[in-house]
């Protein structure tokens, strides 16, 4: 049993007001707030893909208290994705085109990812539904080793102390439920997975593809945002190349802690690689958890 099976993980129905919140929202710092405000135009269609992706695996969970980690996993990715459609309809509200990149997301999502692989009969045919649907928990898994890890250097970074409030709250809350339930889509991989070495392999070579295709896209999402500010600090950040973007992420979060360095994201990916690797030692659910008793809006919405 995992140290976070022990602990029921619950959904709390969290509100944010962003209405009075600047888009620029970390002091003198337009890359980061554009980078992490990127995350609302990526998330709400991958964690509603998530939910579909979990709900089509419940049948197939044979350990009760998995089945209940992943229930409570899904109730909490529902209200994530929904907090993020609030960001979304906040940046749009400061007169930001969303629609074009959540366009992408909602192909990648829902076609490329969806229940016809690439939406081509004959792969369709070629890979049995069941191998489909546990591809697809391997990719889930993959990308919670990020929310997981960003999750770990958000609870111990106070660089968005000097952020707005109501923004860094909504990061804040959402990465903290990430530690909380980093465990469970990595155990529900190892579930569904036949053997212990297909378990491995298909892990490392899912996370080969994850790794740049997430990079990718959190980096373009920052990019679309900035490529629309015609603030001269922004226009750089939106017509910068990826390997630019990344080398500026590593001197900002080095120097401001408000974005983690990509260094940081990419020693802690290479701890994937380990066979004894576990998501456990990647973060401090007490951590999380002492967060979310002092979050205003996990406060409010317990209240
Ligand atoms: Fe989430
Ligand atoms: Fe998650």
């Not at 962003?18 to 992490?36: G, M, R, T, Y």
């Not at 860094?168 to 889509?185: G, K, Q, S, T």
């Not at 990419?266 to 659910?285: A, I, K, Q, Y």
Request: charged share 20%; aromatic share 12%.
């Amino acid at each position: 049993m995992q140290a976070t099976s022990r602990h029921t993980l619950k959904a709390r129905r969290v509100k944010f007001d962003l209405s009075a919140s600047p888009v620029h929202w970390l002091p003198e710092d337009v890359f980061s707030s554009h980078l992490v405000n990127g995350i609302h135009l990526l998330l709400p269609a991958g964690e509603l893909w998530f939910c579909r992706v979990y709900n089509k695996a419940l049948p197939y969970i044979t350990d009760p208290q998995l089945r209940e980690d992943v229930e409570g996993f899904i109730r909490q990715e529902g209200i994530h994705a929904q907090a993020h459609r609030h960001g979304e309809a906040w940046l749009r509200a400061n007169g930001y085109d969303v629609d074009r990149y959540r366009r992408t997301a909602d192909w990648l999502f829902e076609q490329f990812l969806g229940e016809a692989p690439f939406a081509l009969p004959l792969l369709k045919k070629a890979i049995p539904a069941k191998q489909w649907l546990i591809f697809r928990v391997g990719v889930v898994a993959a990308i919670e080793h990020f929310t997981g890890l960003l999750g770990d250097w958000a609870m111990n970074s106070c660089g968005w102390d000097d952020g707005d409030p109501v923004v860094a709250d909504l990061f804040r809350w959402h990465l903290a439920e990430e530690v909380e339930h980093r465990n469970v889509a990595f155990d529900l991989y190892e579930h569904l997975c036949a053997t212990e070495a297909g378990f491995y392999l298909s892990r490392q070579a899912i996370m080969a593809i994850v790794f740049p295709l997430f990079i990718y896209f959190i980096a373009e999402g920052g990019r679309s945002l900035a490529r629309q500010d015609q603030s001269p600090a922004a226009i750089p950040i939106g017509h910068a190349g990826i390997v630019r973007l990344l080398l500026q992420m590593e001197q900002i979060g080095r120097r401001t802690d408000h974005v983690p360095p990509f260094s940081l994201v990419v020693t802690r990916t290479l701890r994937w690689l380990s066979p004894r690797f576990h998501p456990r030692t990647e973060g401090d659910t007490e951590q999380a958890l002492a967060y979310i008793a002092r979050s205003p809006a996990a406060r409010a919405a317990v209240a």
